[in-house]
T-cell receptor
C-alpha cells in the first residue's frame, strides 16, 4: 500500500496563477482532509470531506476550493494564488473522523 | 470553537533524559487527543492517542496523560534517544461544534543531544 500520495512535491507559482493539488489514498478511508502548515502555527485545516460526496470548510478555507472526486481522491484548487498561500500543504485520510489520520508527504508551494 | 495551546515551542534534552510536552484545550466536549511526530521533510505520523474516558496511556517509552477537569494533556518520553529528535504536535477533536475537525497545537521542536 502506498498510503496517502500527493502531487506535486514542489511548485512555484506567480501571483494570480491557478493550480490543483492532487491527493489519493489507497486505504479505503471515508474521511479526507487538507491542511496547511506554516512556521509557528502548526497545521490548520483548510477543508475536509467526511465521506464521498460531502465537503466542509475548516479553519482557513478562503482562497481555496476542493473536490472529492471519488472515495480515493480529494483535490485542492487555488483559483488565483496569492503570496499568503505560500505554505506546505498536507493531505490526510482517516477511516472515520475521530480516528488516526494518515498524512501524505506534503506539497511545498511558493507563490511569488 | 476549539483552541489548543502547546508548550514549550522548543525543548532540548540530553540523551537518556525525559522530555515532557504539555497542551491545553478549550472545549470541554473534546474527546480524542492524538500526538503526532513530524520528521524533517515528512508528513506527521501518529505516535500515541488517548480518549476522554482514559486518564493515562503508555506505549513503551511514550506515555500520555489527560486531565479532563483542568483540560490539559501531556506527552512524556522517557530514556530519550537521538532519533526522538523531531517536531511533536498535540491535537484535539470532538468538541461541541466539531464534525471531524482536528485542531492542532503549534508544535514543539525536540532536540535530543547525544
Amino acid at each position: 500500500n502506498a498510503g496517502v500520495t500527493q502531487t506535486p512535491k514542489f511548485q512555484v507559482l506567480k501571483t494570480g496563477q491557478s493550480m490543483t493539488l492532487q491527493c489519493a489514498q489507497d486505504m479505503n478511508h471515508n474521511s479526507m482532509y487538507w491542511y496547511r502548515q506554516d512556521p509557528g502555527m502548526g497545521l490548520r485545516l483548510i477543508y475536509y470531506s467526511a465521506s464521498e460526496g460531502t465537503t466542509d470548510k475548516g479553519e482557513v478555507p478562503n482562497g481555496y476550493n476542493v473536490s472529492r472526486l471519488n472515495k480515493r481522491e480529494f483535490s485542492l484548487r487555488l483559483e488565483s494564488a496569492a503570496p499568503s498561500q505560500t505554505s506546505v500543504y498536507f493531505c490526510a485520510s482517516s477511516e472515520i473522523d475521530d480516528n488516526e489520520q494518515f498524512f501524505g508527504p506534503g506539497t511545498r508551494l511558493t507563490v511569488l | 470553537g476549539e483552541n489548543v495551546e502547546q508548550h514549550p515551542s522548543t525543548l532540548s534534552v540530553q540523551e537518556g533524559d525525559s522530555a515532557v510536552i504539555k497542551c491545553t484545550y478549550s472545549d470541554s466536549a473534546s474527546n480524542y487527543f492524538p500526538w503526532y511526530k513530524q520528521e524533517l521533510g515528512k508528513g506527521p505520523q501518529l505516535i500515541i492517542d488517548i480518549r476522554s474516558n482514559v486518564g493515562e496511556k503508555k506505549d513503551q517509552r511514550i506515555a500520555v496523560t489527560l486531565n479532563k477537569t483542568a483540560k490539559h494533556f501531556s506527552l512524556h518520553i522517557t530514556e530519550t534517544q537521538p532519533e526522538d529528535s523531531a517536531v511533536y504536535f498535540c491535537a484535539a477533536i470532538g468538541g461541541s461544534s466539531n464534525t471531524g475537525k482536528l485542531i492542532f497545537g503549534q508544535g514543539t521542536t525536540l532536540q535530543v543531544k547525544p
